[in-house]
């Protein structure tokens, strides 16, 4: 479990510094495979070092305040044989004490932050147990919304709900792209 973190960690700075590229550099940038309803679904890297994954934002947010990007992410990276890693950014620093968790329906989910790490990592979150990740995927495949809470370092609990219209469709197209 700890050095899955580790992955993450690096991961979710790698996708964050993917935003500050150059032109030069925009060569290597994700490539799109299609958008389907609130999910769009990306490539990056080639051969053993390519990362296949879907994102999709909120359609609703509350309570109103400011925030930096949010989204969710289902992750496969085929040299490391994961596929359907679970990470989200929550636009804010999560407070030391957040329990963040995803609900579907009646199944509910919980996450740990990156906040003991500091930096970039204190907005994300990731599933507590890796072995959820299968029946959140299998959850959000045949659910209609999702919602996700956490708790930011100054605020008051955020609640997140994301339209899964289009999720399926998202994930077959990276089931392909990272077999």
Not at 29 to 44: H, R, T, V
Not at 58 to 82: L, W
Not at 142 to 154: F, L, V, Y
Request: glycine share 10%; with cysteine; aromatic share 10%.
């Amino acid at each position: 479990m700890l050095r899955r973190t580790f992955v993450r960690s690096a991961v979710a700075a790698a996708f964050t510094a993917l935003a500050f590229m150059s032109p030069a550099m925009a060569a290597d940038a994700p490539q799109l495979l299609g958008k389907f309803g609130g999910w769009a679904a990306y490539q990056f890297g080639a051969g053993a070092n390519k990362i296949c994954y879907v994102m999709g934002a909120p359609q609703k947010s509350a309570p109103e305040m400011t925030r930096g990007e949010v989204y969710f992410m289902i992750t496969h990276r085929p040299q490391k044989q994961i596929r359907g890693e679970i990470s989200m950014r929550a636009g804010y620093a999560f407070s030391k004490t957040s329990r963040p968790f995803a609900e579907i329906g009646k199944a509910k989910f919980s996450m740990f932050t990156g906040v003991a790490k500091g930096g970039e990592n204190a907005s994300w979150a990731w599933l507590e147990s890796v072995s959820d990740e299968p029946k959140l995927v299998k959850a959000m495949r045949g659910g209609s919304t999702m919602t996700i809470k956490g708790t930011p370092n100054k605020g008051k609990l955020t609640i997140d709900s994301y339209s899964l219209t289009g999720i399926s469709a998202a994930l077959n197209k990276i089931d392909a792209a990272c077999k």
